[in-house]
């Protein structure tokens, strides 16, 4: 959890111990960070099975003065 982030614990029944407060509030961060990496997988377009097989099959074209008159096929 980074240090911008934060929310609001309150313990209204019971007396947990320091080291209890401690275990619960790491627990809760790291639900917290992994619900965000969640959010930011899932803004992400899916990549699909053609894009993954994909492969450069030529160099890419440059146009330009004389490009297609030293063309050489």
Partial sequence: ???EQGFDLRITSGSPT???LAA???VLAAVVDELA???ARS???PVTA???S???LRRPLA???GAWRSFSG
Avoid: Y
């Fill in 54 to 56: 994909q492969r450069s």
């Fill in 37 to 39: 990496d969640g959010e």
């Fill in 43 to 45: 803004l992400r377009p």
């Fill in 63 to 65: 146009p330009g003065f």
């Fill in 50 to 52: 053609w894009q993954r």
């Fill in 24 to 26: 619960l509030t790491a």
């Fill in 18 to 20: 320091p080291e209890e």
């Fill in 1 to 3: 959890m980074t240090d």
